[in-house]
């Protein structure tokens, strides 16, 4: 039997093509990281767990994904303020090392909270501080006024940031996917370094509901000669949406996640307040750490290739605050208000704990936001299970 010719279309079908954009984001991904994120304690976790770094001076690689997940109030914003305004400061400033990545900044802002003016607050700190403990009275800035100055480079910064306020999961994956377009339209001189969704959860409840809703339909019609609903997860086309500019762009994703429901210890007990953990809710995002022997929807989950795979998980415990007991007297309510409270939020301290997806590290580190910049490392140290031994890193 003669064998068919082999035509030149079945040869140029076997050989792997991909676009010039996502071959230029893999070179890049080697010669042009991010950079550090300026929490000293993160960035050596980050340098500690990842066996692969594009540069000793990045402590971050293109196309990374972080994961920020807490109950509310625990503080995921201010943590994704700063990186915000991480890449967009200029790692230099008139001789002035400011540290950041100089980039572009895309937010989503799906809960219509992003506070600019705080936002703003927090940058001029930041970068008045670096600035002045480089300064010393002396040099270039001797004459000028340092708020001036720090004014005006947060001004410049802020022509970086773009801001969109989705209102559905099916908008904010269709303003992903168009994000490319407006990028070379809009800010085509200008690298986007980072893209900030606050919070992937706030459509969890309408998708919900949307998707019973559309299964009832699915289920009705199937005994019916009406065409089938589409019951595809809404989600998908947001995760599909990120890993398809993760690919092309090679910025640096981080989102917030709701922690909703506490793994459980592997005894059945509650967690220790300092090593607590959150269960993933939001499908088909995998739980990348199996926390429990008996979670075993975690380990099922690992198996698979995830949409859009993590790279770094920052869980943010919650810290309660105390409550009035039922006989407790207004005067008495107030003064304990004045003595634990507010100490605490003007104090701004903030406890997280950072994973890395395939490393058995643990950090463990609390930062402060203050008026000087926006996050200060207080108490950081480092923790890597199983032994848990543990090492004081310096501010």
């Not at 506070?115 to 600035?131: E, G, K, N, P, T």
């Not at 003007?346 to 406890?351: D, F, L, P, T, V």
């Not at 950072?354 to 463990?364: F, H, L, Q, V, Y």
Request: aromatic share 8%; proline share 6%; with cysteine.
């Amino acid at each position: 039997m003669e064998s068919k010719p082999v035509t030149a279309e079945a040869l140029l079908s076997e050989i792997e093509s991909e676009s010039l954009q996502n071959l230029l984001s893999s070179v890049q991904a080697e010669t042009y990281p991010p950079g550090c994120v300026q929490i000293p304690a993160l960035d050596a976790h980050f340098f500690s767990s990842l066996q692969h770094h594009a540069s000793p001076l990045s402590s971050l690689n293109r196309g990374d994904v972080i994961e920020i997940q807490g109950a509310a109030g625990t503080g995921k914003t201010h943590l994704v303020y700063h990186l915000l305004v991480t890449c967009l400061m200029p790692v230099w400033y008139s001789g002035f090392k400011l540290g950041g990545w100089g980039k572009a900044a895309v937010v989503f802002d799906t809960e219509n909270s992003f506070d600019i003016l705080r936002f703003h607050q927090l940058a001029v700190s930041r970068v008045a501080h670096l600035l002045n403990t480089q300064t010393s009275g002396s040099g270039p800035l001797k004459e000028r006024n340092l708020s001036t100055t720090a004014q005006s480079i947060t001004d410049q910064c802020l022509q970086n940031l773009h801001i969109f306020a989705p209102s559905s999961s099916l908008q904010l994956s269709t303003t992903i996917l168009h994000l490319p377009a407006y990028h070379s339209t809009r800010m085509a001189d200008s690298e986007i370094g980072l893209i900030a969704i606050d919070s992937l959860s706030s459509f969890y409840w309408v998708d919900r509901y949307s998707a019973e809703q559309a299964r009832t339909a699915a289920r009705c019609s199937s005994r019916s000669t009406l065409p089938s609903v589409s019951t595809k997860n809404t989600l998908t086309c947001v995760l599909t949406a990120l890993q398809r500019i993760r690919l092309s762009h090679g910025p640096v994703i981080v989102y917030t996640n709701w922690g909703l429901t506490l793994v459980s210890a592997p005894d059945g007990n509650p967690p220790q307040q300092q090593g607590t953990f959150y269960k993933q809710h939001l499908y088909p995002i995998q739980s990348s750490f199996a926390e429990s022997s008996k979670d075993k929807t975690a380990s099922v989950s690992c198996a698979s290739t995830p949409l859009l795979p993590v790279t770094h998980h920052i869980t943010l415990p919650f810290v309660p605050i105390l409550h009035s007991s039922p006989g407790m007297s207004l005067g008495d309510a107030r003064q304990q208000k004045e003595k634990y409270q507010q100490p605490m939020m003007r104090k701004g301290e903030i406890a997280a704990v950072a994973r890395t997806i395939g490393s058995m590290r643990t950090s463990k580190f609390t930062f402060s936001l203050t008026t000087g910049q926006s996050a200060v490392p207080v108490d950081e140290n480092l923790q890597s299970n199983p032994e848990f031994d543990e090492m004081t890193t310096g501010c």
